[in-house]
């Protein structure tokens, strides 16, 4: 089955270290998203990627960081950088150059820094 | 700045009645796609509805419709015959087809009273 795939669905770390989450689709996409949800926040842009080794910064890039060196990959990196990393992250991808067409998300994975 | 406004954090709904649920962007783009987006318990985003920006026929999606107003940039949704299933989170987002962004709003939460 075609999908995009989070994992892990939760994750913990200590405070000061970095973690890395992954996503992983197979619906031969060009256009990855990831989106962090805070309570009554939204869904807020980090990072978007069009095209392979080529990303841009949504709104709140600072303290995160990606790569897309794969179609299918997206990791979302989460430094020590990143003032409060606690929260909900959201990955999607979507078909590029269409117009309106949707975004495709993936499950979530929850990140909680001690 | 590129912005979308849901201005109703929360919304309650009897069943079988009928909701409407606002929201406003801020964009110069001209050529842009809107959405809707359900987000149940489960935290999985489904897309509800689109609208194309050039189209001035409101979309339809059986009991789900839009109230689209591009001079005053406003994406409302409408809900007939609510159901229990219906109670989710939504947000209202638009893509620019010139750089494949997509933003979101903060959301409203629904409820359904039976």
């Known amino acids: 089955d075609g999908g995009i795939t989070q994992s892990p669905k939760y994750l913990f770390r200590k405070e000061g270290q970095n973690v890395t989450l992954s996503c992983e689709q197979n619906l031969n996409h060009d256009a990855m998203y990831w989106y962090r949800q805070d309570p009554g926040q939204g869904l807020r842009l980090i990072y978007y990627s069009q095209i392979v080794n080529d990303f841009q910064k949504g709104d709140i890039a600072e303290g995160y960081s990606v790569s897309r060196e794969k179609k299918e990959s997206f990791p979302l990196t989460v430094t020590s950088a990143q003032k409060n990393p606690t929260a909900f992250y959201l990955c999607?991808?979507?078909?590029?150059?269409?117009?309106?067409?949707?975004?495709?998300f993936g499950q979530g994975t929850r990140l909680t820094v001690v | 700045a590129q912005t979308v406004t849901q201005s109703q954090p929360e919304m309650s709904v009897q069943e079988a009645e009928t909701v409407t649920l606002s929201c406003t962007y801020d964009?110069?783009?001209?050529?842009?796609?809107l959405f809707w987006y359900k987000q149940p318990p489960s935290r999985q985003m489904i897309l509800v509805i689109r609208q194309e920006a050039y189209k001035q026929q409101n979309a339809t999606e059986n009991r789900f419709s839009v109230n689209f107003q591009k001079a005053a940039k406003s994406f409302s949704l409408k809900i007939s015959d609510s159901q229990l299933g219906d109670a989710a989170m939504y947000f209202c987002a638009y893509r620019i087809n010139r750089d494949d962004k997509i933003i979101f709003g903060k959301g409203t939460r629904l409820h359904i009273l039976p």
């Open positions: 964009t110069s783009e001209s050529d842009y796609y």
């Open positions: 999607a991808s979507s078909i590029l150059g269409t117009g309106g067409a949707e975004a495709f």
